[in-house]
């Protein structure tokens, strides 16, 4: 086995009809850009009834059609936030836990030691997080996952990866291994994976490997580590 092997994105997802929400970082082929990408799914009508929106260097997750949302709680949030030289990526409003600690002198760890996966029961779903930190034309990142101990919900666990960044390779992590009642949670390191293409590329491959029924919106951001400059792309189902 080589455990230096990236896998293919478009393999990891097809044919995994829910594994939920997922992160990925990581570094073009050729090196000049830092790559991220977020995306959603849902199983309930609430949780479909979703899209993303962007304001500035943020996102923000909005109802499509307000009269049918329901609890906002864990649906309605900001996934991505921009604090000085880092961008905040997560599954939840700890996006604004890791702005607020970093505001306040915190480390990324430090800010999500004060919260836990999500009151969700009977599927505890975990937090998952990640953020750059760009330097001197570079980068490097961190994923966070915080997840239940057990199935009661007793205790709560907390794995922080911490990668130096490298072209073409990224890392993947979700909130589910795949569909279920209740939901098994993401288990292990995050996963090694290829970083192909530019990023329509990127985006396309993403978007068409995901379940057909069970997404939502996809985000893609690469930022030039030259000049600094972003460019996004982004997918709303209720919007095709």
């Not at 478009?10 to 995306?39: C, H, M, Q």
């Not at 975990?126 to 057990?150: H, N, V, W």
């Not at 589910?176 to 292990?188: E, Q, R, S």
Request: glycine share 8%; hydrophobic share 35%.
């Amino acid at each position: 086995m080589n455990v230096y092997q990236e896998f293919s994105i478009k393999e990891l997802l097809e044919g995994n009809t829910y594994p939920g929400r997922g992160i990925i970082i990581g570094k073009s082929k050729d090196g000049k850009k830092a790559v991220t990408a977020y995306f959603i799914m849902g199983r309930s009508e609430n949780s479909r009834n979703r899209i993303f929106v962007e304001e500035g260097d943020e996102v923000i997750i909005h109802p499509f059609d307000a009269e049918k949302a329901g609890d906002p709680s864990l649906i309605i949030y900001s996934p991505i936030r921009v604090y000085e030289n880092n961008l905040i990526v997560t599954n939840g409003n700890q996006t604004d836990t890791v702005y607020n600690g970093l505001k306040n002198g915190m480390t990324f760890e430090e800010s999500l030691r004060t919260r836990e996966f999500e009151p969700d029961a009977p599927n505890l779903t975990p937090r998952i997080s990640g953020m750059l930190t760009f330097d001197e034309g570079d980068f490097t990142y961190k994923m966070s996952i915080l997840k239940s101990a057990d199935a009661e919900g007793t205790a709560c666990n907390r794995y922080t990866f911490e990668y130096n960044s490298l072209p073409g390779v990224g890392n993947f992590i979700h909130t589910y291994v795949t569909d279920g009642n209740p939901i098994p949670t993401f288990m292990g390191e995050p996963e090694r994976v290829s970083i192909e293409g530019d990023i329509d590329e990127f985006t396309e491959t993403i978007w068409n490997a995901l379940n057909e029924q069970n997404k939502i919106s996809l985000y893609v951001r690469f930022v030039d580590l030259a000049t600094g400059e972003t460019e996004n792309r982004m997918i709303n189902k209720h919007l095709l």
